[in-house]
């Protein structure tokens, strides 16, 4: 199940009124900083701009591949832990509008944690410690620690007992 918290809207649909949510001026600001991120090779450098700028919190020795869109409108909602990769292309999403409410939700990603390319990410959700997410997944709920998740709709391949088994045989 996500964590989400969900605001009500009344008139246009809720993205239509975006700027009364949230500011012109820091969407502008995350956008900018979020595009140099994206092509920036260098993984230290693309840390320190998302900690600094963003206020995203990331741990030591984490890698966002090139492509990585973090949530332009509330990257601060996202936790990254320390020596985790997030795959080519993945999007990371900390809110969602919808024709009638908004919906916000911290994203948690576990340490040792492993996203592949192309997955999408939904607010709410936490990714435990040692999950392994395949290529191109929708992550809509929970991962345990240590399972490996895969598809749309994500279902659990291996949980971690499964995956500790399979290595030892």
Do not use: C
């Not at 809207?9 to 969407?27: D, E, H």
């Not at 080519?88 to 340490?111: C, F, K, P, Q, W």
């Amino acid at each position: 199940m996500r964590k989400t918290e969900s605001y009500p809207v009344k008139g246009p649909n809720s993205l239509w009124q975006l700027y009364k949510t949230i500011s012109f001026w820091k969407v502008v600001k995350n956008f900018i900083v979020i595009q140099v991120g994206r092509y920036t090779p260098f993984l230290g450098v693309k840390n320190r701009l998302y900690r600094s700028m963003l206020n995203m919190k990331i741990g030591q020795e984490t890698a966002l591949a090139v492509m990585v869109v973090p949530d332009f409108l509330y990257p601060e909602r996202i936790t990254i832990g320390r020596n985790t990769i997030i795959g080519y292309n993945t999007t990371i999403l900390a809110h969602e509008y919808l024709t009638s409410e908004y919906r916000l939700g911290d994203v948690v990603i576990g340490d040792n944690a492993m996203i592949g390319a192309n997955t999408t990410i939904l607010p709410g959700v936490t990714i435990g410690d040692g999950a392994v997410v395949s290529a191109a997944t929708l992550v809509n709920r929970d991962v345990p620690p240590g399972a490996m998740v895969g598809g749309n709709p994500m279902q659990i391949i291996y949980t971690a007992e499964q995956r500790k088994n399979k290595q030892t045989t």
